[in-house]
């Protein structure tokens, strides 16, 4: 079961929808969560990535998204992004579905992209809602209008997931022929439901395999950056 047997069915399916998780970024320099050179070895989530540590814990809250605002300026999409974009303006892909908050999608050439869990890009006050750049967040972190605390409009613990994003890749994914799951252990719910709504064939593309591996009907080990390139020959 190969690469070689995923181009084939990419190109009897009529829709092709891309679900991709943190590991979709390694390869650009961007840490995943939970692999051992994830953020998640050095941080407990808690204390940084729920609405709790925004509102009680506000300075290493905003640290944590800081830092990480700032290293993004240094990754850009690798070759793997390239290739989902190029697949896309070919008819190959009608959406990208991601868990990630880099916008390396986008800047890749990704125009069809559902942002699960929003992104780090752009900032709001927890307070008031309005819109603030990311900026503003990074700088002085005080809402222009109300004085409340400023956040990236990232999807923390315990909030619900933005529900355009959620619907679009629900309903993409329920009428797929063809879902690829890459880079990404399926541990945060609810976009960890997404696979076992696919109709069509699911594939995974994966470091490691997860728990969930075996409701997969091609499982591909290797870097995403490597199987997409093999799959772009
Ligand atoms: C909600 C913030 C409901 C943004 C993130 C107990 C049990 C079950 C569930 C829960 C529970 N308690 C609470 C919950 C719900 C909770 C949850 O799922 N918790 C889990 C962790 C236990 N979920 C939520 O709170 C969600 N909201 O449920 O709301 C609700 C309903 C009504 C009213 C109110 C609320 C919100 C979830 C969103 C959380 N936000 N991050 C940010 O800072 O980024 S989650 C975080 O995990 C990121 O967004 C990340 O994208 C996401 C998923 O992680 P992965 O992408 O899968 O990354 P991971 O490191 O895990 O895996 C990467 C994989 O890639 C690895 O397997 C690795 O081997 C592989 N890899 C690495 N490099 C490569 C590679 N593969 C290929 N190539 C490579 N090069």
């Not at 300075?59 to 989902?84: D, N, S, T, V, W």
């Not at 579905?97 to 559902?114: F, P």
């Not at 890749?169 to 690829?180: F, G, K």
């Amino acid at each position: 079961m190969t690469v070689e047997l995923l181009a084939q069915w990419m190109k009897q399916s009529k829709t092709t929808v891309v679900l991709t998780g943190a590991g979709m970024s390694t390869e650009s320099g961007i840490p995943d969560f939970r692999s051992q050179s994830g953020w998640w070895q050095n941080i407990d989530p808690r204390t940084v990535a729920t609405t709790d540590s925004l509102l009680k814990n506000y300075a290493m809250f905003r640290e944590f998204y800081q830092m990480r605002i700032q290293a993004l300026k240094k990754c850009a999409p690798h070759k793997g992004h390239h290739i989902l974009a190029d697949l896309e303006k070919r008819g190959l892909i009608s959406l990208i579905a991601t868990q990630n908050v880099d916008q390396l999608h986008q800047q890749a050439g990704s125009k069809k992209v559902a942002e699960l869990h929003g992104n780090i890009m752009t900032a709001r006050c927890q307070k008031c809602n309005k819109p603030h750049a990311k900026e503003q967040f990074l700088n002085n972190a005080i809402c222009t209008y109300c004085s409340g605390k400023l956040r990236p409009n990232v999807v923390l613990f315990g909030e619900t997931l933005p529900m355009e994003a959620w619907n679009r890749s629900l309903n993409e994914i329920q009428n797929a022929d063809l879902v690829i799951v890459i880079g990404t252990s399926l541990e945060v719910y609810p976009v960890n439901q997404l696979p076992q709504m696919a109709k069509g064939r699911l594939v995974y593309i994966n470091l490691d395999q997860s728990s969930d591996s075996g409701q997969f009907d091609l499982v591909l080990e290797g870097t995403a950056g490597e199987i997409l390139a093999e799959l772009d020959e």
